[in-house]
C-alpha cells in the first residue's frame, strides 16, 4: 500500500488480502502473546534460559520499552 496508497480505501469486504493479512496479524500476535507470557512467567519465577527476549524484557527502559504491548 506504500505504492499505491489508494488501496488503503478498498473495503475489507472486496479486497481478500485484506482479510488475509488481518487473520495472519491475530494469528502471529496470538503466538508471540503466548511466548511473550512464557518467558515472563519463566522469568517471575527465577528461571533464565538466556533467550534474547529474556533480555529484551529485562531489559526494557534501556531499549525505550514502557509496556507490554511495544513488546508485539
Do not use: C, H
Amino acid at each position: 500500500m506504500d505504492i499505491f496508497p489508494f488501496l488503503a480505501l478498498v473495503p475489507e469486504r472486496w479486497a481478500k488480502w485484506k482479510r488475509t493479512v488481518t487473520e495472519i496479524r491475530a494469528l502471529v500476535e496470538g503466538l508471540y502473546s503466548t511466548l511473550l507470557s512464557t518467558v515472563e512467567k519463566r522469568l517471575a519465577s527465577g528461571e533464565r534460559a538466556g533467550v534474547f527476549l529474556e533480555d529484551v524484557i529485562l531489559n526494557a527502559d534501556s531499549y525505550g520499552f514502557d509496556n507490554r504491548d511495544q513488546f508485539m
